[in-house]
């Protein structure tokens, strides 16, 4: 009964993983760039993120842009884009292989009629 409990702790920490990877996908915090010109008032961070740029100017007013196409980013959060979306793939079949494989899923009632 302690495998149970133990396959039920992994299926359920695989999904906050998973929805921890698509979190992470979305957000526009990957690359953070500050820039304070002469005074605090045109002071203004550049938040880079997979999917969109933002701009976040000192009087808390943002700017987002998604990016027009593949080759507007730079070649690191290129290689991270492709990186989270097959991290997210894997941790999804990973999921569905641990729910059909667990102790409390029964694809097959009697295992007499299973070929050897």
Known sequence: ????????????????????NILICALPLWRVTAFIGNNI??????????????????????QCKVYDSLLA?????????????ISILF???GLLLSVVGGKCTTCIEDETVCPP
């Open 1 to 20: 009964m302690a495998s149970l409990g133990l396959q039920i702790l992994g299926v359920a920490l695989a999904i906050i993983g998973w929805l921890g």
């Open 41 to 62: 008032v045109v002071a203004q961070s550049i938040w880079e993120g997979l999917w969109m740029s933002c701009v976040v100017q000192s009087t808390g007013q943002m």
């Open 73 to 85: 980013l730079p070649p690191d959060l290129q290689a991270a884009r492709a990186m989270i979306v």
């Open 91 to 93: 941790s999804f079949f």
